[in-house]
């Protein structure tokens, strides 16, 4: 589960956590939220950030290597353990300036956030307030009121989507499953 860190949302990307100091030299371990800890070592600078939103210098990564599903990294100016345990539970945040340029019919999942959602017949759903994962797949968090729709980012489901929409054509069944309506 992702922490609830505060930081400046339209400025950075919360890309990860530091999850314990990794040897005696300044490495930590650093859970990536994305999935693929390896795009870590492409970013040219990471910033840290508290739970209660404090903010640190940018910092550059002096190593990077991938190990299962974390990346261990030495940071510059974080030269022993006591500094690696000392920012230790910080989110990680990039500079969503610093992202690559995503190629024709792609984007960045946060970049849905915001959008309305309608279903090819015209309902309005709401509006996506966060992603998640389930394991298996990404998921929209749909919010409207008291509704709430947890639905598939899959190419069979979302037909498309521009700066302010988002077209699903949902499968029988998905958007009941939250109703407590459904027959099993």
């Not at 693929?36 to 940018?58: C, R, W």
């Not at 945040?93 to 999942?109: A, N, R, V």
């Not at 509006?127 to 998921?139: C, F, P």
């Amino acid at each position: 589960m992702v922490d609830d860190f505060i930081y400046p949302a339209e400025t950075y990307l919360l890309i990860g956590k530091v999850i314990e100091p990794h040897g005696l030299k300044g490495e930590v371990k650093i859970f990536s939220y994305a999935g693929q800890p390896g795009n870590i070592q492409s970013y040219k600078k990471l910033f840290l950030v508290t739970l209660s939103g404090e903010l640190s210098q940018a910092y550059s990564m002096e190593k990077c290597r991938v190990k299962g599903k974390s990346a261990i990294v030495r940071l510059t100016s974080v030269n022993d353990r006591n500094g690696a345990e000392a920012i230790t539970g910080m989110g990680v945040l990039l500079l969503k300036e610093d992202l690559p340029q995503p190629g024709q019919d792609e984007f960045y999942l946060y970049q849905l956030e915001g959008l309305t959602v309608i279903t090819v017949d015209g309902r309005r759903l709401g509006t996506v307030t966060s992603i998640m994962s389930n394991g298996a797949q990404d998921l929209l968090v749909v919010q409207d009121n008291d509704e709430e729709y947890l639905i598939p980012i899959l190419d069979s489901i979302i037909l498309h989507h521009d700066t302010e929409k988002i077209v699903i054509a949902p499968p029988p069944g998905l958007l009941e499953i939250n109703s407590g309506d459904t027959i099993l």
